[in-house]
């Protein structure tokens, strides 16, 4: 098992950057697919980029492909989600998780351990 905090949230203008870190406790950190995820209000958790247990492969959702950029640090347990180019609709609680490498990269339900969440809204 592994435990999830998220930071580096906050209220950006459009256009702007943002960076956030998710960082692990527990052994078995390497063994893990990493993915963000993000939900607002109205819509249902939705995927936003993953990563491999190596960190070789990465992933995006169609909406944030060539703005965001999904990293991870296997030495110090810790995966970052670079936002650039923020717009009005990244809105949203932004989510760490983290699942067996087996399972679909884009399912929710492939994730089996989540961070509380942090909160990224971008002003227009």
């Known amino acids: 098992q592994v435990q999830l905090v998220e930071s580096g949230g906050g209220l950006v203008q459009a256009g702007g950057s943002l960076r956030l870190s998710c960082a692990a406790s527990?052994?078995?950190?390497?063994?893990?697919?990493m993915a963000w995820f993000r939900q607002t209000a109205d819509k249902e958790r939705e995927f936003v980029a993953a990563?491999?247990?190596?960190?070789?492969?990465?992933y995006y959702a169609d909406s944030v492909e060539d703005r965001f950029i999904i990293s991870r640090d296997n030495a110090k347990n810790t995966v970052t989600l670079q936002m650039n180019s923020l717009k009005p609709e990244d809105t949203a609680i932004y989510y760490c998780a983290a699942g067996p490498t087996y399972l679909a990269y884009r399912a929710y339900s492939s994730y089996n351990e989540w961070g509380q969440g942090t909160q990224v809204t971008v002003s227009s």
């Open positions: 990563i491999s247990s190596s960190g070789s492969s990465a």
């Open positions: 527990g052994r078995t950190f390497t063994s893990y697919r």
